[in-house]
């Protein structure tokens, strides 16, 4: 019998900003981009043109997981690690040496290109938008300055992110904004209407700047943010499960609630989660097609495929796909008894479960079973989350 699921918490509501920095920092971004377009044009530089003759559509057809497109000029930003193509006839506006954080490139039917990056402590790229977003909810004439109309889930190259069109009520601009979050950096990608318009000109723009986005890649992730934080529990009363420890990277949130006889820890980033369960249920032996015969309670996984890792102090586990369910996938685990021939659930320290999405992406699979592997009894002591070193 698989562990039982826990429910899992919804995220913590996120906090409040001063509601004028995000405001000030776009807009002042926005206005030094006209500024670069107008000092363009008067060094003579023409927007239609300058390598030539301008095509009507990229025509790119960039592989589904992105890549080196042949033609298309590669920018490279020292300041926040990463490189990404564009096309040809799109201009590089001059850099400005106060926000080294800052591209910038227009394209030659109307559209400003901003790609940004910037720190965060947010545990996920739904709370770093619930911030942005809390904090321009009343910061112009009583209500918001940027507002999302629509936002779905896309790939920035192998990167999960966030796409929404948002209308910027200040400027009156109908924009498309991608934003995706590696670690501790958010990497922001603005597409903006320029020459006096209002709204993106064609979709030929919004075709190129996918395309663009299709290509975008890190050149280290040496820089990001790696530390790691411990949770640690207390033991529950009236439950044989002993206290336990569980690191993980500061990108990822955990949140727990506990009662009198159950303790639930649901560990996640985006649509990710790790999920802990100490709850009074009984003892199942997992059947793999590797164990010996065996007569009692079990549950049948014989023709379950798995994968088997060793946590860092020696517990070998075995992670096993249970079911689809419309959008999302659950994964469960089996413990090596530590005197014994079988694998059991749940685990010495409860259950456990991995939630993730249907289509998802492998290696935010091994990540979380990085974090697994630092799953450890701990002396019984309050529930903590402090900064710990990057397990090895």
């Known amino acids: 019998m698989p562990p039982t699921e826990p429910v899992a918490p919804q995220p913590p509501a996120p906090p409040t900003l001063p509601q004028n920095e995000g405001k000030s920092k776009r807009l002042l971004m926005l206005v030094g981009g006209i500024a670069a377009i107008l000092l363009s044009l008067a060094l003579g530089l023409s927007l239609l043109g300058r390598r030539g003759n301008t095509p009507t559509s990229s025509g790119a057809n960039p592989s589904p997981s992105g890549g080196v497109i042949a033609g298309w000029p590669t920018y490279t930003s020292a300041a926040d690690f990463y490189t990404i193509q564009l096309p040809p006839a799109w201009i590089a506006l001059p850099r400005t040496p106060n926000n080294p954080h800052l591209l910038q490139f227009t394209s030659p039917d109307g559209a400003l290109l901003q790609i940004s990056a910037e720190k965060t402590t947010a545990g996920s790229l ?59 950096e958010v990497y922001i990608f603005a597409l903006i209407p320029t020459g006096g318009k209002n709204s993106l000109p064609n979709q030929t723009v919004v075709n190129d700047y996918h395309t663009a986005l299709s290509t975008f890649a890190l050149t280290s992730t040496a820089q990001l943010g790696k530390d790691w934080k411990t949770y640690t529990s207390t033991a529950v009363p009236g439950l044989s499960y002993p206290p336990f420890s569980i690191s993980y990277p500061q990108t990822w949130t955990a949140s727990a609630s ?135």
């Open 126 to 184: 739904d709370t770093y938008l619930g911030t942005y977003d809390v904090a321009h909810q009343a910061d112009w004439n009583n209500g918001p300055s940027e507002k999302a109309n629509s936002t779905k889930q896309v790939k920035v190259n192998t990167y999960d992110g966030y796409e929404r069109t948002e209308f910027w009520t200040e400027q009156s601009l109908q924009t498309v904004v991608t934003y995706a979050k590696v670690q501790d």
């Open 258 to 392: 506990a009662s009198t006889n159950e303790l639930s820890l649901t560990i996640y980033r985006n649509n990710y989660e790790i999920d802990i369960s100490q709850a009074p249920v009984g003892t199942s032996v997992c059947l793999f097609s590797d164990s010996p015969t065996f007569n009692g309670l079990s549950g049948d996984l014989r023709n379950k495929q798995y994968t088997e890792l060793t946590t860092n102090n020696g517990v070998v586990l075995r992670r096993y796909f249970n079911a689809n369910s419309g959008s999302t996938s659950t994964m469960y685990f089996c413990e090596h008894q530590a005197q014994g021939l079988y694998f059991v659930t749940p685990l010495t320290i409860g259950g456990l479960v991995y939630t993730v999405p249907a289509q998802y992406d492998p290696d935010v699979i091994s990540e979380m079973d990085t974090i697994v592997k630092t799953l450890a009894p701990a002396p019984s002591s309050s529930p903590s989350a402090s900064p710990t070193s990057s397990p090895q």
